[in-house]
C-alpha cells in the first residue's frame, strides 16, 4: 500500500462543473502539498497545508490531520484546469512523498 | 517561471553513457531536492541537500548515481552507465529552512531517454 494514495486516478468533466480529488495518507506529517503538472512535466505548487483550509482564486484545499485526509476543489472548472494534481507529504525534513496524481480533464 | 532552472530540458543517451544535469534553485534556499518521475507515476525521492551537505539519500539511488552541490548553490546529478530503466523525468526544487512553512519551488525537469 502506498504511503499517499489518490483518488480518483482518471476524472473528467464538463465546464463549469465542481470538482474534487482526495488524497489519503499513512505517514506522520508536518505538511501536505496540492501540485498541479502540466504536460512537459513543470511542477506548480498550489497549496500547503498543515491544518483547516486554505482558498486562492477558484482552488480550496482542506486537510482533516486526524482522519489523514486532504481533498482539493475546484470551483467553476475551464478547460485550462486540465492538468495532473498531485498530492504529496513532507515530514521532518521536508523531503515530499508523492501519490500517483489525477489526471483531470475539462471538456468545453 | 518558479525561479528553479534545470539543464538540459531533454536527454537522449545510448545505454551505457554517463550523463549529468544540473539544477539551479532560488538563490538564497539552502535545501534542494532532487526526485525522478516515470511515465504514469508521482515523484520519487532521490536526495537533498541543506547548502553543500547531502543529507539523506533514497535507496533509489545505486552506486551509478552521485549528487554533488559543491558551494552550496547549484547542483548537479550524474548517472553513469545509463541503463534504460533510468529513463524518466529528474525533477529539482528547492526551499528555504527558516520556518516550517516555507514551501519547495520545483523547476521544470529534464527529461531522460536512454536508448
Known amino acids: 500500500k502506498n504511503e499517499v494514495e489518490q483518488s480518483p486516478q482518471n476524472l473528467t468533466a464538463q465546464e463549469g462543473e465542481f470538482i474534487t480529488i482526495n488524497c489519503s495518507y499513512s505517514v506522520g506529517i508536518s505538511a501536505l502539498h496540492w501540485l498541479q503538472q502540466h504536460p512537459g512535466g513543470g511542477i506548480v505548487s498550489l497549496f500547503m497545508?498543515?491544518?483547516g483550509k486554505k482558498k486562492h482564486g477558484r482552488l480550496i484545499a482542506t486537510i482533516n490531520i486526524q482522519e489523514k485526509h486532504s481533498s482539493l476543489h475546484i470551483t467553476a472548472s475551464h478547460p485550462r484546469d486540465s492538468a495532473v494534481y498531485i498530492c504529496a507529504v513532507g515530514g521532518s525534513n521536508y523531503k515530499l512523498t508523492f501519490g500517483k496524481g489525477t489526471l483531470l480533464t475539462v471538456n468545453p | 517561471d518558479t525561479g528553479v532552472s534545470q539543464n538540459p530540458r531533454h536527454k537522449i543517451t545510448k545505454r551505457g553513457q554517463n550523463v549529468t544535469f544540473r539544477c539551479d534553485p532560488i538563490s538564497e534556499h539552502n535545501r534542494l531536492y532532487w526526485y525522478r518521475q516515470t511515465l504514469g507515476q508521482g515523484p520519487e525521492f532521490l536526495t537533498y541537500?541543506?547548502?553543500?551537505?547531502?543529507?539523506?539519500k533514497s535507496r533509489l539511488l545505486s552506486d551509478r548515481f552521485s549528487a554533488e552541490r559543491p558551494k552550496g548553490s547549484f547542483s548537479t546529478l550524474e548517472i553513469q552507465r545509463t541503463e534504460q530503466g533510468d529513463s524518466a523525468m529528474y525533477l529539482c526544487?528547492?526551499?528555504?529552512?527558516?520556518?516550517?512553512?516555507?514551501?519547495?519551488?520545483f523547476g521544470p525537469g529534464t527529461r531522460l531517454t536512454v536508448l
Open positions: 541537500f541543506q547548502n553543500e551537505a547531502q543529507l539523506e
Open positions: 497545508l498543515s491544518s
Open positions: 526544487a528547492s526551499r528555504l529552512l527558516v520556518s516550517s512553512y516555507n514551501e519547495q519551488f
